[in-house]
């Protein structure tokens, strides 16, 4: 899921995370949500009811986009998938992202993680996602399914499958894994890992079996000494790609093409619309296919491969152009994986179906200084690059990119040449031209959507403006929040990969907090009595090292520790790591790898607090602010010296009487 520039791993992030926007409530008018609850104030002796509404903060992407799906048939018709947020239909009058699957309840969250979209070109109002999380029972208790809408997306029914898919496993930027035939759209084909190999629909998806006769069911596993972990899964079957000038509307596509996650046989061919399979001659090996695109009017199959299933890492890869009328193989790499220059593997693929021999493609991962989107307009034969690199770590682009939609996509760095901040992307996964309009493209990166509408200005040696593209796309952790009762701030959230934020207006997305930045924040705190006194901790990013910061004017600003409990190795017990007293004036904090801590001086010095084990959830009195609590291993403890010492209880204290909040 995630994904910040830095090596974050918000993939291993516990299943079951609270992922989407976060839903609030506001003042009505503020949303065309409807009306679901009130508040009540007294104006001339009457009490008058004033309703609420539920919109979201906006924060505008914040995970991994794992694919973007254009309708070959209606222009405008498109659709993005997320490892843990679900799966979006673009609305083109607003320019906006629309959710399709928030109405997933708890007990199948794992149908959130979509690792393939599937939309019908014969009936555009068919859309089709094969959703599961993860393939770790432990993770992920429910199996796999396709949803299947007539539609759009609007209303869902259910197919269930005899496996799980892994939306969020290695692995999840390739495909598209669910393809419908072309010609005859009650057929859907589903490649599958774990061994489970090739399936297929007759009946509109309503149900599936397995192609007995497929040769291979793929045998590359991420990482072989971790059979029963994340990255102990065979990949299995990949992608499935029709040559549609093979049928006629009605009549099954009669030759299409498999690729395998086997190093050794990465491409099978069937002839006979799926009823026999060879393995396609003079094929490359030692690389695993991520994307395959057909050529349709040149008859060329294109193939982007890398050495690892990503989409963190990838170091080597290959292009490669398959002319099918003759089994011709090309290498079209931009830099071939033979040069040394080739620190990368490749992954997002795409052609413009306007002018076929307009190929691009992006390096799978290249942390550093950036990944690379590479552009050609001779079917492979040269290519230009979105940036070049300078003797004197100058880089030159062949484009901008506006954020203001998400001004977060820095992470608050400055960083020295040849690295710039916003980054092109990182596990650019989806690189999709739209195949009505050759200007207009975009990409997925593990953050955002990007795009542009003057994509051919790069031919002429114009500037590409790419925008943010995410609006209405929210898919991010979501770890923690709070309400201060006062202060311009309404809401303060804590969230994995892009740290969280100080939400002042929750139309617009803000920036995330500085002064320590974070990649995750699992705890936030505000003093009851003194509100504008904040806390939080979290996982620093680069640059940074501290794992505690503390506001006192309401999140305008922030300022570090300046010490933190010997052996801290992380912010602590999510939700419940840190918590300040009543009056702003004591913290306590359960840090992982140090004893639970005290300070007095906001952050400047720890004392460690006595009768307490480590890694218990604290929590302050909101009245009393002598008063803490903690809680671990089934045992509950109380301080009355504002957090020094804790004496374990048989039973809570009875929640004091409150008093009124400031306002």
């Given at each position: 899921m995630?994904?910040?520039?830095?090596?974050?791993?918000?993939?291993?992030l516990?299943a079951?995370?609270?992922t989407?926007?976060?839903p609030l409530l506001a003042p009505s008018?503020?949303?065309?949500a409807?009306?679901?609850s009130a508040?009540?104030?007294?104006?001339?002796?009457?009490v008058?009811?004033r309703?609420?509404?539920?919109?979201?903060?906006?924060i505008v992407?914040g995970?991994?986009?794992t694919?973007?799906?254009?309708n070959?048939?209606?222009?405008?018709?498109v659709?993005?998938r997320?490892?843990?947020?679900g799966?979006?239909?673009?609305?083109?009058?607003?320019r906006?992202?629309?959710?399709?699957?928030?109405w997933?309840?708890?007990?199948e969250y794992?149908?959130t993680?979509?690792?393939?979209?599937?939309?019908d070109?014969?009936?555009?109002d068919r859309v089709?996602?094969?959703a599961g999380?993860?393939?770790?029972?432990d993770w992920?208790?429910?199996?796999?399914?396709?949803l299947?809408?007539?539609?759009r997306?609007?209303?869902?029914?259910?197919?269930?499958?005899?496996f799980?898919?892994?939306?969020n496993?290695?692995g999840r930027?390739?495909?598209?894994r669910l393809v419908?035939?072309?010609?005859?759209?009650r057929?859907l084909y589903?490649?599958?890992?774990g061994?489970h190999?090739?399936w297929?629909s007759t009946?509109?998806g309503k149900?599936f079996?397995?192609?007995a006769?497929?040769?291979?069911v793929?045998?590359f596993?991420?990482?072989?000494?971790?059979p029963?972990?994340?990255?102990g899964?065979n990949?299995?079957?990949l992608q499935?790609v029709?040559d549609?000038?093979?049928?006629r509307?009605g009549?099954?596509?009669r030759?299409?093409?498999?690729?395998?996650?086997?190093?050794?046989?990465i491409?099978?061919r069937s002839t006979d619309?799926?009823?026999?399979?060879?393995r396609v001659p003079?094929?490359?090996t030692g690389?695993?296919p991520?994307?395959a695109?057909f050529?349709?009017?040149?008859g060329?199959l294109?193939?982007?491969?890398?050495?690892?299933a990503g989409?963190?890492d990838g170091?080597?890869?290959?292009?490669?152009?398959?002319d099918?009328?003759?089994?011709?193989w090309?290498?079209?790499?931009?830099v071939p994986a033979?040069?040394d220059d080739?620190?990368?593997?490749?992954?997002g693929?795409t052609?413009d179906r306007?002018n076929?021999?307009?190929?691009?493609v992006?390096?799978?991962?290249?942390w550093w200084?950036?990944?690379?989107?590479f552009?050609?307009t001779?079917?492979?034969a040269?290519w230009?690059r979105a940036?070049?690199l300078?003797?004197n770590?100058e880089?030159t682009?062949?484009?901008?990119?506006?954020i203001?939609?998400?001004p977060?996509?820095?992470?608050?760095?400055?960083p020295?040449?040849?690295e710039?901040?916003?980054k092109l992307?990182?596990m650019m996964?989806s690189?999709?031209?739209?195949p009505?309009d050759?200007d207009?493209?975009?990409?997925?990166?593990?953050?955002?959507?990007?795009?542009?509408?003057?994509l051919?200005d790069w031919?002429?040696?114009g500037t590409?403006?790419m925008s943010?593209?995410?609006q209405?796309l929210?898919?991010t952790?979501v770890?923690?929040?709070?309400s201060?009762?006062a202060?311009?701030a309404?809401?303060?959230s804590?969230?994995?990969?892009?740290?969280g934020f100080?939400h002042t207006d929750?139309?617009k997305?803000?920036?995330?907090y500085d002064?320590p930045?974070?990649d995750?924040t699992?705890?936030?705190d505000y003093a009851?009595?003194a509100?504008h006194?904040?806390?939080?901790?979290?996982?620093?990013?680069?640059?940074w090292?501290q794992?505690f910061?503390?506001?006192?004017?309401?999140g305008d600003?922030w300022k570090?520790?300046?010490?933190e409990?010997?052996?801290?190795?992380?912010?602590g017990?999510?939700d419940q790591?840190?918590?300040?007293s009543?009056?702003?004036?004591r913290?306590v904090?359960?840090?992982?790898?140090?004893?639970?801590s005290?300070?007095d001086?906001?952050?400047a010095?720890?004392?460690?607090?006595?009768?307490?084990?480590?890694g218990?959830?604290?929590?302050?009195?909101?009245?009393?602010?002598?008063?803490?609590?903690?809680y671990?291993s089934g045992?509950?403890?109380?301080?009355?010296d504002g957090g020094?010492?804790?004496?374990a209880?048989a039973?809570?204290?009875?929640?004091?009487?409150a008093?009124?909040?400031?306002?």
């Amino acid at each position: 899921m995630t994904h910040a520039p830095h090596l974050s791993r918000r993939g291993l992030l516990a299943a079951g995370a609270a992922t989407a926007a976060l839903p609030l409530l506001a003042p009505s008018g503020a949303s065309a949500a409807p009306v679901t609850s009130a508040t009540s104030a007294r104006v001339a002796g009457k009490v008058r009811h004033r309703p609420y509404t539920f919109r979201n903060a906006e924060i505008v992407g914040g995970g991994f986009v794992t694919g973007i799906i254009f309708n070959q048939n209606e222009p405008g018709l498109v659709y993005a998938r997320t490892d843990i947020g679900g799966a979006y239909r673009l609305d083109t009058a607003s320019r906006r992202w629309i959710p399709l699957t928030d109405w997933i309840g708890w007990d199948e969250y794992g149908h959130t993680g979509i690792i393939s979209i599937a939309t019908d070109e014969v009936d555009p109002d068919r859309v089709y996602l094969a959703a599961g999380t993860y393939t770790l029972p432990d993770w992920d208790p429910s199996m796999a399914a396709i949803l299947r809408s007539t539609d759009r997306g609007r209303t869902w029914k259910t197919t269930p499958l005899p496996f799980r898919l892994g939306g969020n496993m290695p692995g999840r930027g390739i495909g598209e894994r669910l393809v419908i035939d072309p010609n005859r759209n009650r057929i859907l084909y589903l490649g599958v890992r774990g061994g489970h190999g090739l399936w297929r629909s007759t009946d509109h998806g309503k149900t599936f079996a397995k192609v007995a006769d497929f040769p291979n069911v793929g045998n590359f596993v991420p990482d072989p000494t971790d059979p029963d972990g994340y990255n102990g899964d065979n990949l299995g079957v990949l992608q499935v790609v029709f040559d549609k000038r093979t049928g006629r509307a009605g009549k099954a596509t009669r030759t299409l093409y498999v690729t395998v996650a086997d190093k050794d046989n990465i491409l099978y061919r069937s002839t006979d619309a799926g009823a026999t399979w060879e393995r396609v001659p003079g094929q490359p090996t030692g690389f695993i296919p991520h994307h395959a695109v057909f050529d349709h009017v040149g008859g060329y199959l294109y193939l982007a491969t890398s050495d690892t299933a990503g989409p963190y890492d990838g170091s080597n890869g290959d292009v490669w152009k398959l002319d099918t009328a003759t089994d011709t193989w090309t290498r079209i790499s931009p830099v071939p994986a033979t040069s040394d220059d080739n620190k990368w593997g490749y992954s997002g693929l795409t052609i413009d179906r306007q002018n076929p021999d307009t190929l691009m493609v992006s390096t799978q991962i290249n942390w550093w200084p950036d990944c690379i989107l590479f552009r050609s307009t001779d079917g492979g034969a040269s290519w230009t690059r979105a940036w070049d690199l300078g003797p004197n770590a100058e880089r030159t682009l062949r484009y901008d990119i506006d954020i203001s939609a998400a001004p977060w996509l820095t992470w608050n760095a400055s960083p020295s040449l040849p690295e710039m901040a916003p980054k092109l992307g990182w596990m650019m996964e989806s690189v999709q031209i739209d195949p009505f309009d050759s200007d207009h493209f975009m990409y997925g990166t593990g953050a955002t959507i990007y795009g542009a509408d003057n994509l051919t200005d790069w031919d002429s040696g114009g500037t590409v403006h790419m925008s943010v593209r995410a609006q209405g796309l929210e898919e991010t952790a979501v770890l923690c929040l709070i309400s201060p009762p006062a202060g311009r701030a309404h809401l303060f959230s804590g969230v994995g990969d892009v740290g969280g934020f100080r939400h002042t207006d929750f139309r617009k997305a803000p920036k995330m907090y500085d002064d320590p930045t974070f990649d995750n924040t699992p705890a936030l705190d505000y003093a009851e009595l003194a509100p504008h006194t904040i806390v939080r901790v979290g996982h620093p990013t680069s640059g940074w090292t501290q794992h505690f910061a503390v506001s006192t004017d309401g999140g305008d600003t922030w300022k570090p520790s300046g010490s933190e409990p010997a052996g801290v190795t992380g912010p602590g017990v999510e939700d419940q790591a840190v918590a300040i007293s009543a009056d702003g004036k004591r913290i306590v904090w359960s840090p992982a790898g140090a004893p639970v801590s005290w300070s007095d001086d906001h952050g400047a010095t720890w004392t460690a607090s006595k009768g307490l084990p480590t890694g218990v959830s604290v929590r302050s009195d909101r009245v009393n602010p002598a008063k803490f609590y903690a809680y671990g291993s089934g045992v509950f403890y109380l301080s009355t010296d504002g957090g020094k010492s804790f004496t374990a209880t048989a039973r809570p204290p009875r929640r004091p009487t409150a008093t009124p909040r400031p306002s």
